[in-house]
């Protein structure tokens, strides 16, 4: 595929996308929205970032921030939306009018804003600093490594007490506050967290990943090699990948004792 350089579309609407945990946020809920209502349809690119074409200008034209994912709606004056949290407001003010993935009053509606806000003000960027220390950095720093894994666990004790009695995260409905969720829980494994150490957080990744409309939206850009599914089978397959998990596995291990980390959540 050639290098994207520009937008394909000139009605409707456009996601520039990668398949990252914020990524699958946005297209996941495009095709809740389309699988609920029969529309809209949408196109999508896939914007490599590790080439950075998210940092040229005609993406930051429309996503300033120079990150994925943006939506544009070209009926929409061609606006574009940067923010994964703000992409799925979007979608709900102007494609859910059943209010079949978001509330219309409160209580709900300010908790459904609460557990998104917690999303991408906590769990998101402390998974992200977990994969980064934990996986991706060049080389593997202690400190941070179990500074950011254990905030992760923390946070996701905060999700698994919160579904012990509840289904999902607000009002017993499936909602954007889920979904902005499960794109981060469903990468734990990448980031070094055992997700079957948290019973009801397992449970609800396991009911939301049966969804159709979840299954296609994870596949947007394109089927992810990240996410815990494909992880776990390489664990189990994969000789090298295996041995590559443990020793990460030990480092981490290590690094909790050095600081005298003790898991406590909530
Ligand atoms: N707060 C943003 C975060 C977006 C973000 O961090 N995107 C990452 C991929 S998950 C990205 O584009 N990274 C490339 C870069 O930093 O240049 C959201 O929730 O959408």
């Not at 290098?3 to 579309?9: E, L, M, S, V, Y």
């Not at 070209?74 to 606006?79: K, P, Q, S």
């Not at 799925?88 to 709900?108: G, V």
Request: hydrophobic letters at 35%.
């Amino acid at each position: 595929m050639s290098r994207p350089n520009g937008t394909i579309a000139s009605s409707g609407l456009e996601l520039l996308t990668f398949g990252t945990p914020n990524g699958h946020k946005a297209s996941i809920m495009l095709e809740e929205i389309k699988a609920a209502y029969g529309k809209p349809d949408y196109v999508f690119q896939s914007i490599n970032i590790g080439e950075n074409i998210q940092k040229e200008p005609w993406f930051t034209q429309y996503g300033p921030n120079g990150r994925i994912p943006v939506l544009i709606d070209h009926d929409n004056g061609d606006l574009g939306i940067m923010e994964g949290a703000a992409i799925l407001a979007y979608m709900t003010r102007h494609f859910d009018p059943d209010n079949k993935f978001s509330f219309a009053k409160d209580p709900e509606l300010s908790l459904c804003e609460q557990w998104v806000a917690w999303q991408t003000g906590g769990l998101g960027p402390m998974q992200g600093q977990a994969n980064h220390f934990y996986r991706l950095a060049k080389e593997r720093i202690p400190y941070p490594t179990q500074r950011y894994v254990g905030e992760t666990e923390r946070l996701y004790g905060i999700l698994d007490a919160r579904l012990k009695d509840n289904e999902y995260l607000v009002g017993n409905k499936y909602s954007i506050a889920d979904i902005a969720n499960y794109s981060w829980v469903n990468v734990s494994f990448f980031a070094g967290v055992d997700l079957e150490q948290f019973p009801n957080l397992h449970k609800w990744w396991q009911r939301i990943s049966e969804r159709p409309a979840v299954k296609k939206g994870v596949a947007v850009p394109s089927e992810p090699g990240i996410t815990n599914g494909p992880f776990k089978e390489k664990l189990k397959n994969d000789q090298e990948f295996r041995q590559k998990h443990e020793e990460l596995q030990e480092i981490l291990k290590k690094a909790k004792e050095q600081y005298g980390y003790k898991y406590a959540s909530p």
